[in-house]
């Protein structure tokens, strides 16, 4: 570690290295590296494991660490931690070491070092181990920091500087018991002439005294306590539950509020849905606003006049009573520092009396609120729901939103546990309700009850249903339907049309959208969207989750033309995909066309379900081809499932549920091709033929020219079924067939498709040099044609084709050729399949450091398809490159392979175990000789039916054949035999 580099542990947690400022967040990473700069000596191994999984085997917890560690290493700033076999230590200089020094030489730089207590801003994600360990020192840390603060302010003092005095001792005021803080308090503001200010801090801390502890001030406080005929308000429900529970995430909503409140804005609102937690982050945010300025909780709600407003400020700061107007609380206040925490104002009728407040230069307001005050000395901070992403990825069980969720499912069910079953429903909660806290909350006194997959299943139906008995949950909050019937009721005539329209239609209007098709009030949108309700992302109109079933639910009210609205909507989305390119070698402008289909899907997919469910053919047939090849060039096959299998079941018998019919039947074939999966496929290809089959019947032979083509695309798709069913035979004649009725009809579509298929037999059969001239003839046709769909298809083939051919150059280049055709096209279902092949072509031809590089990107790409199985293949490929290219440090490279050995889970397919097994054994002799002696406990190893589909597989199948024929005592010799 650089010398001029420091760690900062207390308060905001990060790191000052000499390019900038590193933060510190709450993953693991960051937390082991602040314990270990916290212990200078080091902390043992078997310790640090404990620590941070305490819930587990002594053995899974080092494996646990020893990955953590190579996560760590990986941060440029973290390569010198010093690990043993014992312990683990990181040298770097400390805030703790330098404040503690300068504390002992009574130094007043003590407190600039002292930013906070210690890990502060790891909040509640520090797990409890490490924090009970690191409490103590806490305590420590801030008593050494209170003696050297009232050391500083009595030396302050004593030099005629009270006033510097009472502004640095502030900060030990705030929410603690500190007697002696207090009495210097009163001491100081007598000698800086502010008495009244002293004693109305002493009576505060007074009251909290005998309220939360029932005592009385000790002797250290003489001054004798004033009295008042009102007493202050105590604080609200929500404020005394919140106290109970912790803050969980928001961290970056925590900073921006308390900048603005530091900054020049001196109004601000904090404005979201009810739930949402605007109370709970403001009463967060003024924490960190306690060591400027005295902060004073108001609670408004039901408050509707301004006068009855000014009385409850009034009575928090412990005005006179007799007069309460704007200008005697501004003169009251004009020598205060303080922050007003206006809660819950969204009933003030008359809000602009508060801006007069803002008279008093010392005075900021922070008001929550449903909706703004629409005051011009506002500032509007709009909150939204929690995290349920991190890092930008779509989802992370350790998002807020779920992190809160397992938090107060815990409160319920203390033995409650994440399981990986429950986290892809708990996935689907935190999308259903959009990260509000107060429905998570509620959602997680249901674990005792319930699973999370059965309360997402209530959610999905009825999300009023979400409710708790929590006795000091105010009553506004203790079920959630009452918070959406309060959110309708508070909306204008107007607004609550709006909401109709948008829940008439399950989708996200642009603006021009929302004025054309839904004829909405742009005005009422607008003040929708100021209630958190409406938001605009990425040039849409998105409504809350929660807030659209509640549109849904009235979107049918009498008064309300809600089918009127959604047969103009068909109607338009319709016309939009009956524009789609007709020409083949218009590839660029049918990729465009296909990312406004993507553009706009949810209101495809609306239009789609009500003219289906209506029985409006002639609107379905007008959608069908443009839909069709939408799912088919994106590779959406289990979305076209849902979409052409709803159809099916709605539309009348005709013509048109025979095209239906035809491409369901495709989706099936589709889902069930690969080859490896054939038995468990074999329930989708018989239905695949079914409703093909049963699509011709309703297709006429007399008929226009789209359903010729749609009878010869189920013919083709027979032919598919039949091979994959085993009579390729069958499959072959009607092959050969088509392609001649289809050159004679002039379909060169149709006869492109037979053309391949017909070579594909050939490539199953062996017979490569037929095959390849049948692959050529599609291909220079589609290149003619500039036809991008089928040069996608082709060129893939054709990259296949050269790797069982033992081509791998010309394989690659025609792989390079489909990935680029199926990017064009948008399919991202295809490009994991084809990187990893590219990657394959490239072993084969030796250029291992290349094709390392190829298969990381199909595994980045499995991960974005969602294919994590598909990614673990890719990883394991990647490796192997790795290990096999002729460059120095092959062992410091095996760290990644090691890790996924140490991961491997119950659930992994033997297969997968045995792949990382042999490919660790392959590159490294002590692990060969481990391995050669676990083949021969365990001979099924050898029966496994490996498929050599790449180099690497043959590899592992020829290691084992030399394992299984090697004599028994002869290990290590055999451990020397590589591939």
């Known amino acids: 570690m650089d010398d001029h580099s420091t760690a900062h542990l207390l308060g905001d947690v990060h790191l000052d290295v000499p390019t900038g400022r590193v933060p510190f967040s709450p993953d693991k990473r960051h937390v082991l590296l602040a314990f270990l700069a916290l212990h200078q000596g080091g902390v043992p191994r078997d310790r640090l494991a404990t620590l941070f999984w305490p819930d587990t085997s002594t053995n899974s917890a080092l494996q646990n660490l020893r990955r953590l560690l190579y996560r760590t290493r990986e941060l440029d700033w973290a390569r010198d931690l010093r690990v043993t076999s014992t312990r683990i230590a990181w040298p770097v200089a400390t805030d703790v070491q330098h404040f503690e020094t ?18 502060e801003s790891f909040g509640a994600a520090l797990p409890p181990e490490i924090e009970a360990t690191i409490v103590p020192t806490r305590e420590r840390l801030r008593d050494l920091w209170r003696a050297c603060l009232l050391g500083r302010c009595r030396a302050l003092a004593d030099e005629g500087r009270p006033d510097e005095a009472l502004a640095l001792l502030r900060p030990l005021l705030h929410d603690s018991y500190d007697d002696e803080a207090f009495a210097c308090f009163v001491q100081f503001a007598r000698r800086a002439g502010r008495s009244r200010e002293g004693l109305d801090v002493f009576e505060t801390y007074t009251r909290r005294l005998a309220t939360d502890l029932d005592l009385q001030p000790s002797s250290q406080l003489a001054p004798t306590a004033r009295t008042r005929d009102a007493s202050a308000r105590e604080a609200t429900e929500s404020d005394v539950a919140s106290r109970a529970t912790n803050f969980v995430g928001r961290k970056r909503e925590v900073a921006a509020l308390v900048a603005l409140l530091r900054g020049e804005a001196r109004f601000v609102t904090v404005v979201g849905p009810g739930g949402v937690g605007k109370t709970r982050l403001a009463t967060r945010a003024v924490q960190d606003l306690n060591r400027d300025s005295d902060v004073v909780f108001v609670p408004l709600e039901r408050v509707r006049s301004g006068a009855e407003a000014l009385t409850a400020v009034a009575l928090a700061l412990h005005a006179p009573l007799d007069q309460v107007t704007a200008a005697t609380l501004t003169r009251f206040v004009a020598h205060r520092s303080v922050v007003l925490v206006l809660d819950n104002a969204e009933d003030l009728r008359d809000p602009e009396v508060l801006s007069q407040l803002l008279a008093a230069p010392g005075v900021r307001l922070l008001v929550t609120s449903r909706s703004p005050m629409r005051l011009k000395a506002e500032t509007v901070f709009r909150l939204q729901g929690l995290d349920h992403s991190v890092d930008g ?5 350790t998002c807020d939103a779920a992190t809160l969720f397992v938090e107060r499912a815990r409160h319920a069910d203390p033995t409650f546990r994440l399981t990986s079953l429950d986290e892809s429903a708990l996935r689907e909660l935190c999308a259903l309700v959009d990260g509000l806290p107060l429905a998570l909350e509620l959602a997680a006194t249901w674990v005792p009850t319930l699973s999370p997959s059965e309360i997402v299943d209530v959610v999905r139906v009825n999300p009023g249903e979400l409710r708790a008995d929590l006795r000091d949950l105010p009553g506004r909050h203790a079920n959630l339907g009452v918070v959406l019937a309060h959110t309708w009721s508070s909306l204008s005539e107007a607004e609550r049309n709006a909401l109709r329209a948008l829940g008439a239609v399950n989708a996200s209007f642009s603006a021009d959208d929302a004025r054309t098709i839904a004829h909405l009030d742009l005005a009422a949108l607008k003040a929708l969207h100021d209630r958190g309700l409406l938001r605009r992302q990425d040039g849409v109109l998105t409504l809350h989750p929660l807030v659209r079933h509640v549109a849904a639910a009235h979107a049918n009210d009498s008064e309300f033309a809600a089918e009127a609205l959604r047969e103009r909507h068909a109607r ?38 009500w003219m289906t469910s209506r029985g409006v053919t002639d609107l379905v047939d007008e959608c069908m081809d443009a839909w069709w090849w939408y799912f088919e060039m994106r590779g959406a096959h289990s979305a076209a499932l849902e979409v052409f299998g709803d159809a099916s079941r709605t539309l009348p018998e005709s013509p048109v549920l025979g095209r239906v019919l035809v491409r369901l039947g495709i989706v099936h074939l589709r889902l069930a091709e690969p080859p490896h999966e054939r038995n468990r496929n074999a329930p989708l290809l018989r239905q695949a033929r079914a409703l093909l089959q049963r699509g011709l019947r309703l297709l006429p032979t007399d008929a226009p020219s789209t359903i010729t083509a749609d009878r010869w695309l189920a013919m083709l ?13 069958r499959a ?23 053309t391949t298929r017909l070579a594909l037999g050939h490539q199953a059969r062996g017979e490569f040099d037929r095959a390849e001239a049948l692959h050529l003839e599609r291909l220079r046709q589609d290149e003619r044609s500039g036809d991008v769909f089928g040069l996608a298809i082709g060129t893939g083939y054709l990259g296949g084709l050269m790797l069982l051919a033992g081509r791998p150059a010309e394989a690659h280049a025609y792989f390079v050729r489909a990935v680029a055709s199926w990017t064009l096209l948008g399919n991202r279902a295809a490009l994991p399949w084809l990187l990893r092949h590219e990657g394959d072509a490239l072993y084969l031809a030796g250029r291992f450091p290349d094709a390392a590089d190829a298969f990381e990107r199909s595994r980045d790409a499995s991960m974005d398809a969602g294919r994590e199985d598909l990614a673990w293949q890719a990883q394991v490929r990647a490796l192997h490159a790795r290990v096999r290219a002729p460059s120095p440090g092959t062992r410091t490279r095996l760290a990644p392979l090691d890790d996924l050995v140490a991961g491997l889970r119950d659930d992994t397919p033997p297969w997968h175990r045995f792949e990382l097994q042999a490919l660790r054994a392959l590159v490294d002799a002590p692990a060969e000789v481990a391995f050669v002696r676990q083949i021969r406990r365990d001979p099924s190893f050898t029966s496994w039916p490996i498929v050599a589909e790449t180099v690497f597989t043959r590899a592992v199948a020829a290691y084992v054949t030399l394992i299984a024929a090697s004599p028994t005592d002869s290990v290590e010799e055999t451990a020397g035999v590589t591939p």
């Open 393 to 397: 990825e779509p989802w992370s069980a």
């Open 102 to 119: 300068a504390a002992a030489r009574h130094d007043p730089a003590a407190l600039d070092w002292y930013g906070g207590d210690l890990f």
């Open 717 to 729: 798709h027979l032919g598919v079924v039949l091979e994959l069913q085993g009579t390729p035979r």
């Open 572 to 609: 338009h989305f319709a016309a939009l995909l009956a524009r789609h390119p007709r020409r083949l070698d218009d590839g660029v402008a049918r990729a465009k066309f296909l990312d406004e289909i993507h553009t706009s899907l949810d209101h495809v997919r609306a239009a789609w379900t």
């Open 732 to 754: 072959r004649t009607l092959f050969e067939t088509g392609r001649r009725e289809a050159r004679r009809a002039g379909n060169a579509q149709f006869e492109r498709a037979c």
